[in-house]
């Protein structure tokens, strides 16, 4: 089981749009958890998975209820037949998580733990995670595998990333960070000096660059990823490539 943690400091930065993206590119090889840890419930949302975590996030992190309990099922239709994406929603417990985590004992592992009941189960776990540098944070951190960071095509996106290696630094179990270009508008000169510079300066920007486009955002009235409704679009098939590289990575 591979654990792969989406994640920024910066809000709005692409997170949980890579992440619904990546969920459905790895369904195609095998079976995939995808984890709403943002208590904004928005990948809940974009599966169209009903916003409600049987027990709350509580029983699930203190152990007395395990995934199998509250794991709900997203299928999708495409020309190629349907697909599964199994998503653990987010609801209004989870606006609580970060205080629970905080009184719970080993707090920075209880995301770790509950993965580990369920490891023979998926074979890829996708977590999108809240901005910020939370406890929850910190938790998809240390239970991550490989930790995927889009960066906008903005001076600030630097600044972000480096918050992001701090936190991932400091955890007892470093992964490997892997940083994309998200939102690129390439008739904005902006974004053009942008992405540049991100190219040239971030070590770990792999060579995807998910478009600026209407077609992600379209991702929110069909409640599904983008390969199932736009599978030829440039974004698709950058999420395509940035699945490949991460499957292929470590
Ligand atoms: N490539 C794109 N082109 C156009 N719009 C996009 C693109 N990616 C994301 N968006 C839009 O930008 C907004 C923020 O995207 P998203 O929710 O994926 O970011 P996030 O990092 O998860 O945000 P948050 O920090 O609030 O969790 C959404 O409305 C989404 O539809
Ligand atoms: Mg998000």
Known sequence: MK???????????GKTSAAVNLAWEASASGSVLLWDLDAQGASTFLTGVKPKLKGGVAKLVKGSNSISDVVRTAKFTTAEGQRAVHVLPAD????????MLDSAKGSRRRVEKVLKDASGEYD??????PPGASLVAENAVRAADLIVTPLPPAALSLRSLDQVRE?????????????FLSMVDRRKATHRRAAEKLSNE???????????TVVVERMGD?????????????????????WSLIADHG
Not at 124 to 129: A, N, P
Not at 223 to 242: D, I, K, N, S
């Open 167 to 179: 936190l991932v630094a400091e955890s007892a179990k470093p992964a490997p960070i892997l940083a």
């Open 202 to 212: 971030v070590k770990e920007i792999v060579d995807v660059v998910v478009p600026a």
């Open 3 to 13: 654990v792969i943690a989406v994640y920024s400091t910066k809000g709005g930065a």
């Open 92 to 99: 209004d417990s989870y606006r609580e998580l970060e205080l």
């Open 222 to 242: 069909e409640q599904a990823p983008v390969g199932t409704f736009a599978p030829r679009h440039p974004a698709a098939q950058a999420y395509r490539e940035l």
């Open 124 to 129: 890829t776990v996708i977590l999108d995670c």
